[in-house]
Nanobody
């Protein structure tokens, strides 16, 4: 059974940083891409960042490009999202996604809350 567990969320002040982690089990993580999304109350789920299976290619959503960095450690079966210069608008539940998206195979974590106070 596949499990994705996010951690690292919490309450921070504007301008501070957080690093989210996603621990993956139940699949060969090095064969899957990883991505991060977020969802604020009343909003649709928003794409933030993705990284390919080897970690050699990344892409970012416009709202976080230059502030957030996605990475992965295949030996540890983990994906990460480094978030800098956080703003109140970044307040949301952050979700980890792992998948072979071209094959319509993907898995989601339960999410971790990030709250940024002004």
């Amino acid at each position: 059974q596949v499990h994705l567990v996010e951690s690292g969320g919490g309450l921070v002040q504007a301008g501070e940083s957080l690093t989210l982690s996603c621990a993956v089990s139940g699949l060969n993580f090095s064969n899957y891409g990883a991505a991060w999304y977020r969802q604020a109350p009343g909003s649709e789920r928003e794409f933030l960042a993705a990284i390919n299976y080897r970690g050699s290619s990344t892409s970012y959503g416009d709202s976080v490009s230059g502030r957030f960095t996605i990475s992965r450690d295949n030996a540890e079966n983990k994906a990460f999202l480094q978030m800098n210069s956080l703003e109140p608008e970044d307040t949301a539940v952050y979700f980890c996604n792992v998948g072979r998206w071209s094959d319509d195979e993907e898995f989601w974590g339960q999410g971790t809350q990030v709250t940024v106070s002004s």
